[in-house]
């Protein structure tokens, strides 16, 4: 009994971390993505420019 007791008192933790926690985080990890991705883009749009200016 008292592994179940153990077991309920657990799944309801579970249950909001995966509500709450992993979506922040994939959040977190889109934002940082994309600012990877402007860095790329912004770097190459330089390059472009300073090609074109010469």
């Known amino acids: 009994m008292g592994a ?3 077991l309920t008192g657990i799944i309801p933790l579970l ?4 509500i709450y ?3 922040i985080v994939f959040v ?3 934002a940082l993505t994309v600012i ?3 860095k790329e883009q912004i770097q190459l749009l ?3 420019s300073d090609k074109l200016k010469s």
């Open 28 to 30: 977190i990890w889109f």
């Open 21 to 23: 926690v992993v979506p």
């Open 15 to 18: 249950i909001l971390f995966i």
């Open 36 to 38: 990877k991705l402007q």
């Open 46 to 48: 330089k390059s472009i």
């Open 4 to 6: 179940l007791e153990l």
